[in-house]
């Protein structure tokens, strides 16, 4: 993604505190390089985290990276349905609303 896609606030916090996001880019780096699992699998898994934890703007960010990671739509949609029995049907349909705002 590059610097004018990233939201207002996140340009924000790179200026101002330019250590911090560059130590928490890295921490998600090593994150993800301690395991088997693939650049879409990651995104997905980070985007229903976000969704449980009712983050709008990380399903917005975690929804996009899926997508140019090869994720399809009906994936995407697919990963936040399945958590309707763990977080219930508002917080999903909440989910999948912020979702569309990336995949409609």
């Given at each position: ?23 928490v ?45 090869g ?7 697919h ?26």
């Amino acid at each position: 993604m590059s610097e004018k896609e990233m939201p207002k606030h996140y340009q924000v916090m790179q200026s101002e505190h330019p250590g911090l996001m560059k130590a928490v880019s890295e921490l998600g780096k090593t994150a993800r390089a301690e395991g088997p699992l693939d650049e879409k699998t990651v995104e997905l898994v980070q985007m229903a985290a976000a969704a449980a934890l009712r983050l709008e703007g990380a399903v917005h960010s975690h929804t996009r990276r899926a997508l140019k990671a090869g994720a399809s739509r009906e994936e995407v949609h697919h990963t936040l349905v399945v958590l309707t029995s763990t977080m219930g049907f508002p917080s999903v349909s909440a989910a999948l609303s912020w979702a569309r705002d990336i995949t409609d």
